[in-house]
């Protein structure tokens, strides 16, 4: 069964830190692995990564993606209070289905 | 001009009882979602329509019945709720079937399900 495990399930740190987040994986048949922001409440779409190596990068976010380790990360540079959400991990493989990590919460403290 | 909206946004209802929840999307996708989100924040899918087509029927108690009467709209019918079924659904679309043209899922706004 394909399966998704991100980390730290909890982060705080300061405004101004910079952050990793981690997100690996196991999948039959990988297609692609997506990024989500989550608030109060619709998850929305940060990244989504296809090829290895490939660094996605929007503003202070960035992420890329180890096909061959089986893992993603995402950065976050200079956080800020806005920052502060629980961050999603999703893979899609042959079932051609999101299957999500359970997320990592992120807290900036002012 | 809410992309995926759901209705209601809160749900309180007493055990036993028979609910809907509505989604509707305006973004012309062709394929519908229904994930539910427990209490430790863990997303998992449901259901998965592609042009009204069911496409995905995960292990859900056969007392969900999802309805598609067109592309732009997938209700969630729940019978006989029980206590475990409080959660938020979540509704999402995407043009293909997120995987296969690399197209990523739009979420709504959540339905929050509070069975007492």
């Known amino acids: 069964e394909d399966k998704v495990v991100q980390s730290p399930l909890s982060l705080v740190v300061h405004e101004g830190d910079t952050v990793t987040l981690n997100c690996s994986y196991e999948?039959?048949?990988?297609?692609?692995l997506l990024w989500y922001k989550q608030e109060k409440k619709a998850p929305t779409f940060l990244f989504m990564l296809t090829s290895s190596g490939i660094e996605k990068k929007s503003g202070r976010l960035s992420s890329i993606l180890d096909k061959k380790e089986l893992f993603s990360i995402l950065n976050i540079t200079a956080t800020q209070t806005g920052d502060s959400a629980i961050y999603l991990c999703?893979?899609?493989?042959?079932?051609?289905?999101?299957?999500f990590g359970q997320g990592t919460r992120l807290t900036i403290n002012p | 001009d809410t992309a995926v909206s759901q209705t209601p946004k809160y749900l309180v209802t007493q055990m036993g009882n028979d609910k809907s929840i509505k989604c509707e999307q305006n973004?012309?996708?062709?394929?519908m979602y229904w994930y539910k989100q427990d209490s430790k924040k863990f997303l998992k899918i449901m259901f998965s329509y592609n042009n009204k087509e069911l496409i995905i029927n995960e292990t859900v108690p056969n007392r969900f019945s999802p309805k598609s009467p067109d592309k732009a709209h997938l209700n969630l019918h729940i019978n006989s709720l029980e206590l475990g079924d409080s959660a938020v659904y979540f509704c999402?679309?995407?043009?293909?079937?997120?995987?296969?043209?690399?197209?990523?899922?739009?979420f709504g706004d959540g339905t929050r399900l509070s069975i007492l």
């Open positions: 973004l012309g996708h062709d394929t």
């Open positions: 999402a679309s995407s043009q293909g079937n997120g995987a296969g043209n690399r197209q990523p899922q739009h």
């Open positions: 999703a893979v899609v493989g042959g079932a051609q289905k999101l299957v």
């Open positions: 999948v039959t048949n990988f297609r692609s």
